[in-house]
């Protein structure tokens, strides 16, 4: 992910004692939103994950003496990558990457509230 540019970088299968989510998916504005679609369109599997090019905040320690610790923001340069999990399922095409800009629930074309950032087809 570099910006708003999402490419796939990897594909790989993993095995073991996967438990379902407890409550819940989480949701808020800014985080990331994968979902597995069908050919119909139908939402097969879905994750959200904090965006990995959030800007951090924290309080620099080594400011001048007399003064507080001042906040320093640090942005990343270039490519972040990010991972998500999803089952592995038969019926999938296409993957859907969505950046989220409001609460749960659906606009007009059943898709959420956010920008759409990538469509990326799967091979069977």
């Not at 990897?10 to 438990?19: E, L, M, P, Q, Y």
């Not at 320093?72 to 399922?89: A, D, H, L, N, S």
């Given at each position: 992910?570099?910006?708003d540019?999402?490419?796939l970088e990897?594909?790989?299968?993993?095995?073991?004692?996967?438990?379902?989510r407890r409550g819940p998916l989480a949701w808020e504005?800014?985080?990331?939103?994968?979902c597995l679609l069908d050919d119909s369109q139908?939402?097969?599997?879905?994750?959200?994950?904090?965006?990995p090019?959030?800007?951090c905040v924290v309080l620099d320690p080594h400011g001048n003496a007399d003064t507080a610790p001042q906040p320093?923001?640090?942005?990343?340069?270039?490519?972040?990558?990010?991972?998500?999990?999803?089952?592995?399922?038969d019926a999938a095409t296409q993957m859907k990457i969505y950046r989220l800009?409001?609460?749960r629930g659906t606009t007009f074309n059943g898709e959420p509230e956010g920008a759409l950032l990538a469509t990326i087809p799967l091979t069977r």
């Open positions: 992910m570099s910006g540019q999402i490419t990897a594909v790989t299968d993993i095995r073991g004692n996967f438990h379902r504005p800014g985080m990331l939103y994968c139908r939402i097969l599997a879905e994750e959200t994950l904090p965006a090019d959030q800007v320093v923001r640090f942005t990343p340069e270039g490519p972040v990558v990010f991972q998500v999990r999803m089952p592995k399922i800009a409001g609460p």
